[in-house]
């Protein structure tokens, strides 16, 4: 299957989940997530149609982006975890971060943004599972307070909404639950109408299960190894 067919495919899909759920199909934007894969593959995409791309590493996407500057309204979101300091590179870089989880690396990004003349929209990472092992902010934790209190003084930053990457299970219907707690964190903040906080995004769903999380009201689905094939 070419990029182009798996594209078409993952649409299709994304479309149908929608459908089920009595959403607009619009609604849900579909990003590539290209790690590791060559920027001829990010070319591929882009001409199958698609404009939103996740990397997760800063260095990585630093070297590919020299032979991408051509591609007409491409859309560059860091998703993986930032070092601070890689701050400064990746505000440069990319056009939005997805994966905000720490006050200290909010307060970077912002003043990097300002050095860079940009505002950079993010989304606040939560570890929805739990788990030891990945990046991202417990829901009830002091430091997403934070993050949500200080906002109105990072004038460079636009807090859009929240991505997570739930526990991995084969069944996706395992990972149903935590999309549906995701969605709850997310009502319950937009409901205090907190000021520079908006909670328009909900980042959610990978290849094996986006389909329930548009089901659970995901607006974004992360899409790798479903559109360019198994990662070496
Ligand atoms: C790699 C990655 C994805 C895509 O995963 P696939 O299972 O290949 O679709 C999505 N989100 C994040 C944060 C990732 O690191």
């Known amino acids: 299957m070419s990029i182009a067919e798996n594209v078409a495919y993952i649409r299709e899909r ?8 009595g959403r607009d199909p619009s609604a849900i934007a579909l990003m590539a997530v290209s790690k590791t894969f060559p920027p001829e593959s990010i070319r591929e ?3 199958a149609g698609l404009r939103l791309f996740g990397e997760n590493r800063v260095q990585e996407f630093d070297a590919k982006l020299n032979s991408l500057h051509d591609l007409p309204g491409a859309d560059w979101h860091l998703i993986g975890h930032l070092q601070s300091n890689k701050a400064a590179r990746a505000a440069e870089l990319f056009t939005a971060v997805d994966s905000l989880d720490s006050p200290k690396l909010a307060e970077k990004l912002n003043a990097a943004a300002e050095q860079a003349a940009k505002t950079l929209p993010v989304l606040i990472e939560i570890n929805v599972g739990g788990e030891q092992a990945k990046t991202g902010l417990a829901p009830n934790s002091e430091e997403f307070e934070m993050i949500l209190s200080a906002a109105p003084q990072w004038k460079n930053l636009h807090i859009q ?5 739930p526990p991995f299970a084969d069944d996706p219907e395992q990972a149903r639950p935590y999309f549906r707690k995701l969605r709850e964190i997310r009502d319950r903040i937009a409901a205090r109408l907190l000021p520079a906080v908006a909670m328009n995004v909900l980042s959610m769903g990978m290849s094996h299960d986006f389909e329930v999380a548009i089901e659970e009201g995901s607006t974004c689905v992360r899409i790798g190894t479903a559109i360019f094939g198994e990662r070496a």
């Open 14 to 21: 994304v479309t149908n989940a929608a459908r089920r759920a």
């Open 45 to 47: 995409a882009h001409a």
């Open 161 to 165: 909404g929240l991505m997570t990457v």
